[in-house]
């Protein structure tokens, strides 16, 4: 009644299924025999018999089996399962495996195979199957498949997209392969799931639906992203429960710049996000960076069995994220040492000298935040005159220079070590900015700025003699959710 490789319990599975129990969406899929089809735990449909059900813990295995997916709760829509450990090597490899195939950022334009993924974990191509198939119950191929025809099926959903740039943008390299694997796979032709709700052409911009396991503190998250907003470039509706921005990024060379606007839904524990039609052909990597500022993939179960003891206030709370590591960047930097609104302020100084106008649909939503390749070639004096500091200029033009050249790379499929290795060797950035850039803009969970005074005070460290070594020491117990455990530090202040 269960996949051979999952260590799902199947009477708390449909436990979960019969109360449609959000806080378990994403962990596990249900796929119903009498039918076919696989489910999310809160779909709404009429809840099937037991005998019929059969458990799997992600959808490629649910695919793998036979099942197709529910066009009622569309499983494309379940936050991803995201999962850490500090223990078993193969468990470690094998899950780092799926995290680069999730990451679109992590191939540089390439079509992931097995011989390269191999090659980046630094294994043989034999090795990688072997324990994916393991760990999973399918293969790397079989997981990309289910991860592209679910891309796919949320662009035909909610989009007005032809059905050919769907298929490149999910990573096809032909329509007539996408046709056929989606056929083969869901027995439907692509069209078929054309929706009446999708955008309509002339529409400016348009929407698709985000999923979460509660708990989640949105106030709490809206708080610390509207405590940091910067005029012009972000907007935070406290009670809307909204964020809106502006957003440029490089894919494969070419300029993508807009504006988007994450609403939360919280009795549907969804968010709905609207995107400019400017953003249409990078989609999947905009959904993917919004999943990450907001923390929409974390497994709350997980995280509050290790740190609950310690922090039984914080179980909702979640890392904030960012949806451009380089920005994010250059903020940590200006951080340094000062306050957050006094940083906010040298931020949006940067932003009104060196940042490009943008029209949107937002009266306060006006400029873009500077290129990699202005503030690379920005001045000393003309920095100077926005009130920065030299040592925080060498660090701000270091950062923009590593990530122009692309020597540096600022999201979650990067390295994280090396990532962290190299910030560090650049100019004006040691342990504390490194870190932070790691919790929030390489999702790191396990990120620990044992420098931060604000958590050294948390801990209780400050009367130590060497209080950053005290603060790792008590971080211990909390591995591997330090950076869950800093963010709820920093809310008992």
């Not at 009622?72 to 995290?99: G, K």
């Not at 342990?431 to 990120?447: E, F, K, V």
């Not at 620990?448 to 604000?454: E, H, L, M, S, T």
């Amino acid at each position: 009644m269960t996949s051979p490789v999952s260590n799902l319990q199947p009477d708390a599975c449909y436990l979960a299924l019969k109360t449609r129990d959000a806080r378990f969406d994403g962990r596990f899929f249900t796929g119903v025999t009498s039918t076919g089809i696989y489910c999310r735990p809160v779909c709404r449909v009429r809840t099937p018999r037991r005998e019929n059900c059969r458990f799997f813990g992600h959808a490629a295995q649910a695919e793998s089996a036979g099942f197709r997916p529910c066009l009622r709760c569309r499983p494309e829509l379940a936050p991803h399962s995201v999962t850490w450990s500090i223990q078993d090597a193969s468990y470690i490899l094998a899950h780092q495996a799926a995290r680069l195939l999730d990451e679109p950022e992590a191939w540089g334009g390439e079509s992931p195979t097995a011989q390269l993924l191999a090659a980046r974990l630094g294994v043989t191509d034999r090795h990688v199957r072997r324990i994916f198939e393991a760990q999973f119950g399918v293969s790397p191929v079989q997981y990309l498949q289910t991860r592209r025809l679910l891309t796919a099926k949320q662009l035909l959903a909610d989009t007005n997209l032809p059905v050919t740039q769907v298929a490149l943008i999910s990573g096809y390299s032909s329509v007539r392969r996408f046709n056929a694997a989606f056929v083969e796979h869901y027995g439907l032709n692509p069209t078929a799931l054309r929706r009446a709700g999708a955008a309509k052409p002339g529409e400016e911009g348009f929407a698709i639906r985000l999923g979460y396991r509660p708990p989640y503190d949105v106030q709490a998250m809206l708080q610390f992203l509207h405590k940091r907003a910067m005029t012009g470039i972000e907007q935070v509706n406290l009670e809307q429960r909204s964020v809106a921005r502006t957003w440029s990024l490089d894919v494969s060379g070419k300029r993508h710049s807009g504006w988007l606007d994450a609403r939360f839904d919280e009795d549907r524990s969804q968010v709905t996000l609207r995107i400019s039609d400017s953003l249409r052909e990078v989609l999947p990597l905009v959904i993917h960076r919004v999943r990450a500022m907001l923390d929409l993939d974390a497994d709350p179960q997980a995280i509050n069995e290790q740190l609950h003891q310690g922090f039984p206030a914080g179980d909702g709370l979640r890392v904030p994220g960012t949806v451009s590591g380089y920005e994010l960047a250059t903020r940590a930097v200006l951080g340094q040492q000062i306050t957050v609104a006094a940083a906010r302020t040298l931020a949006q100084r940067l932003v009104e000298r060196f940042g490009e106008p943008i029209a949107t649909p937002f009266a306060g939503l006006t400029r873009l935040f500077p290129e990699p390749a202005v503030l690379a070639s920005a001045s000393g004096d003309a920095l100077g005159q926005l009130g920065i500091v030299k040592q925080r200029q060498a660090a701000i033009v270091a950062i923009a220079q590593a990530v122009a050249d692309k020597r540096i790379e600022l999201h979650g499929g990067a390295d994280v070590q090396a990532t962290i290795a190299a910030l560090k060797a650049l100019p004006g950035i040691g342990d504390w900015t490194a870190q932070y850039i790691a919790m929030r803009a390489l999702r790191w969970p396990d990120a620990f700025p044992a420098g931060d005074i604000a958590l050294q005070k948390a801990l209780g460290v400050l009367d130590a003699p060497n209080r950053a070594r005290a603060a790792e020491a008590a971080s211990q117990a909390w591995k591997p959710w330090r950076s869950y455990a800093v963010i709820r530090a920093w809310a008992t202040l």
